[in-house]
């Protein structure tokens, strides 16, 4: 069965620094998304991507973030500079069309900002 | 401000019963309704969608939404040990190249074999 995949499971950086997330959406999908989440805390939209461009973003998605999808497969998240609050869950998930279809949820990367 | 509004649990139900978990949301302009399970430290899964009034079955699960009340819920009948996870109701819009989900804080669910 396909699935959304993400690298790394875990990422451990200092603050400052800059972090890029990679997820490989399910194939034949056209709608991408990151969301978080915060330890002890709901899962938060971030971003959602179409057509080689953002769609909507939340107020968490500031100047620091911004997403690419360099290839035909793979759509990344990259944190320019981090700061310790960014420390959380990053789900990739990936929706077929256009309509309600469901959203899949990758594995998620675990970031860890010290 | 988007809400959805579950309460944190844990609920905790004997192995073999019916789970009931609830969820409100603010929207009414939300079209498509989602629950997820999710284990801890693990990402969320999807359990079941509805989109129209009314009960929905699929397995063990039930899915009821009132779009009037603003409410929808999630029985698991025959509850199992492997059941026992957090359970995020989320709901999105319908069409658009957006529909992002908003998601509730879950409700933890604990089967007591």
């Known amino acids: 069965e396909p699935e959304v995949t993400q690298t790394p499971s875990h990422q451990v950086t200092q603050m400052g620094q800059e972090v890029i997330l990679r997820c490989v959406p399910i194939?034949?999908?056209?709608?991408f998304y990151w969301y978080r989440q915060i330890l002890g805390q709901k899962v938060e939209f971030l971003v959602s991507?179409?057509?080689?461009?953002?769609?909507?973003k939340s107020e968490i998605f500031d100047d620091q973030f911004s997403v690419e999808r360099p290839d035909g497969s793979n759509f990344t998240l990259k944190i320019r500079s981090t700061k310790l609050e960014d420390s959380a869950m990053y789900f990739c998930?990936?929706?077929?069309?256009?309509?309600?279809?469901?959203?899949?949820f990758g594995p998620g990367t675990r970031l860890t900002v010290l | 401000q988007k809400e959805v509004e579950q309460n944190s649990g844990p609920l905790s139900v004997p192995e073999g019963a019916i789970a009931s978990l609830n969820c409100t949301y603010s929207?009414?302009?939300?079209?498509?309704f989602f629950w997820y399970r999710q284990y801890s430290g693990k990402s969320p899964e999807l359990i079941m969608f509805?989109?129209?009034?009314g009960d929905k079955e699929d397995g063990r699960f039930t899915a009821q939404l009132n779009k009037a009340s603003q409410y929808v819920s999630l029985l698991i009948r025959d509850s199992q040990p492997s059941d026992s996870a957090t359970y995020l109701c989320?709901?999105?819009?319908?069409?658009?190249?957006?529909?992002?989900?908003?998601f509730g804080t879950g409700t933890l669910l604990a089967v007591q074999p």
């Open positions: 194939s034949n999908h056209l709608y």
């Open positions: 998930a990936s929706k077929a069309s256009g309509g309600a279809d469901t959203q899949y």
């Open positions: 929207d009414r302009g939300s079209q498509s």
């Open positions: 989320a709901y999105g819009g319908y069409g658009g190249a957006t529909n992002k989900l908003i």
């Open positions: 991507f179409y057509n080689n461009e953002i769609s909507e």
């Open positions: 509805i989109y129209s009034n």
